[in-house]
């Protein structure tokens, strides 16, 4: 993942306590959940909530299981778009599931800041090098 061009996105802004844009990064980010010798692997997109402005939530768009182990995912695995699944399968199957394990609202509140902190300490950090670099 590239994450200055997730950082970068457009809409990805909240204000701040003075009414300022505020740049917000919203990394992809992958779940996977081990049983035996198989994975359930959920690659997962962050989103605002509908309910509440200002709030996190995430949508599945993708899902496969696959071999244990920390490789690369085999071509032959066959995945498929959370978007294209039923709306009460969805619901029962993978948010409650992913829910039961962790993955909720306040978890991606932590996930937006915790990106956020990392992604404004790693702009700063560039811009101290160019401006050392330009200063030679």
């Known amino acids: 993942m590239d994450g ?8 990805q802004q ?12 919203r990394p992809l980010f992958t779940v996977e959940i081990e049983k ?5 692997c959920f ?3 962050l989103v605002d909530a509908h309910d509440e402005h200002g709030q996190f939530d995430y949508r599945v768009e993708e899902f496969y299981i696959a071999p244990t182990g920390s490789g690369e995912i085999d071509p032959k695995v066959y995945s498929s778009s959370g978007k294209y699944i039923d709306e009460n399968l969805y619901n ?4 409650k599931f992913l829910e039961e394990r962790g993955i909720d609202a306040q978890f991606c509140e932590n996930l937006v800041r915790f990106s956020t902190h990392y992604e404004h300490a ?3 950090a560039l811009l ?3 401006k ?3 200063s030679k």
């Open 14 to 25: 909240a204000h701040d306590d003075q009414g300022n844009l505020t740049p917000v990064s």
């Open 122 to 124: 790693q702009y700063v």
């Open 36 to 40: 035996g010798n198989e994975r359930l």
């Open 92 to 95: 029962l199957l993978f948010l």
């Open 43 to 45: 690659e997962l997109e």
């Open 4 to 11: 200055m061009e997730e950082f970068e996105q457009e809409g």
């Open 128 to 130: 101290q090098k160019i």
């Open 132 to 134: 050392s670099f330009v």
